[in-house]
């Protein structure tokens, strides 16, 4: 299977350095294992979005996969209390 690329949007790259140093760690090994497998077990599809989402401990990871040039994009990155807003 061929590795995806992994882009970060901005709104999330900040989210990401708020959290603390072992969540940091934590959610970042979770964002590089979506380049081997985009959809691991646990990710689930968000109903009326083209979005999926990840759990690490009380943190969500939601983003997209674009399966024809091979990039995920992670759109949001939060607690699992105000992810969804």
Known sequence: MAKYTI?????AEKELKKLSAEMYLRVKKGILNLAENPRPNGCKKLKGKESYRIREGNFRIIYEIEDDVLIIMVVKIGHRKEVYD
Do not use: P
Request: proline content about 0%; cysteine-free; charged content about 40%.
């Open 7 to 11: 882009s970060i949007k901005k709104s």
